[in-house]
T-cell receptor
């Protein structure tokens, strides 16, 4: 079975601190995709990144970086020098493109990040 | 590109009434997904379509829920009769095929009183 676990329910930091959001996934498939989405207080789901299982290269986009480690089945997300506008719920998600799973995304429970000024 | 368009943004209805949520996917996207978000269950997939055909509806909670996609540019999710426990945010998402990400609509916040 496929599963995504975000063990941190809530994180609170002070502006300019670095923060890492953890994501651990479970799948027996060798081909899969991992995603991160941001849900700000306004409620929409904003796509941040997609990674496939064959690409373990870490990615950096501005203050955001992602660390993908297949050995530990983790896809962690780090925000450097956090800002108040980063306050949101962040979701990690998994997609296994097999015949019986199709294209569906399986989401973790989300981590609510609060960045205080 | 207007993105995925959902309507209405908010819906308040009385228990027992029929509710219809609407979604217009991004033009050219061939997969459409309906998700429900609640505090207790998080984001859960209800149903998804490929090329207008329902592929997996195992997440539809019960027979009161039905979804249709009569053409590539429109889908509906209907709840009949509605119950207070159906109160949630319902998201529609579309995807353009292999290698593409998922784009979500702004959601419909449904309140059943």
């Amino acid at each position: 079975a496929q599963k995504v676990t975000q063990a941190q329910t809530e994180i609170s930091v002070v502006e300019k601190e670095d923060v890492t959001l953890d994501c651990v996934y479970e799948t027996r498939d060798t081909t899969y995709y991992l995603f991160w989405y941001k849900q700000p207080p306004s409620g929409e789901l904003v796509f941040l990144i997609r990674r496939n299982s064959f690409d373990e290269q870490n990615e950096i986009s501005g203050r955001y970086s992602w660390n993908f480690q297949k050995s530990t089945s983790s896809f962690n997300f780090t925000i450097t020098a956090s800002q108040v506008v980063d306050s949101a719920v962040y979701f990690c998600a998994l997609r296994v493109p097999t015949q019986n799973q199709g294209g569906k995304l399986i989401f973790g429970q989300g981590t609510e990040l609060s960045v205080k000024p | 590109d207007a993105g995925v368009i959902q309507s209405p943004r908010h819906e308040v209805t009385e228990m027992g009434q029929e509710v219809t949520l609407r979604c217009k996917p991004i033009s050219g996207h061939n997969s459409l997904f309906w998700y429900r978000q609640t505090m207790m269950r998080g984001l859960e997939l209800l149903i998804y379509f490929n090329n207008n055909v329902p592929i997996d509806d195992s997440g539809m909670p019960e027979d009161r829920f039905s979804a249709k996609m009569p053409n590539a540019s429109f889908s509906t999710l209907k709840i009949q009769p509605s119950e207070p426990r159906d109160s949630a945010v319902y998201f529609c998402a579309s995807r353009g095929g292999r290698g593409y990400g998922y784009t979500f609509g702004s959601g419909t916040r449904l309140t059943v009183v």
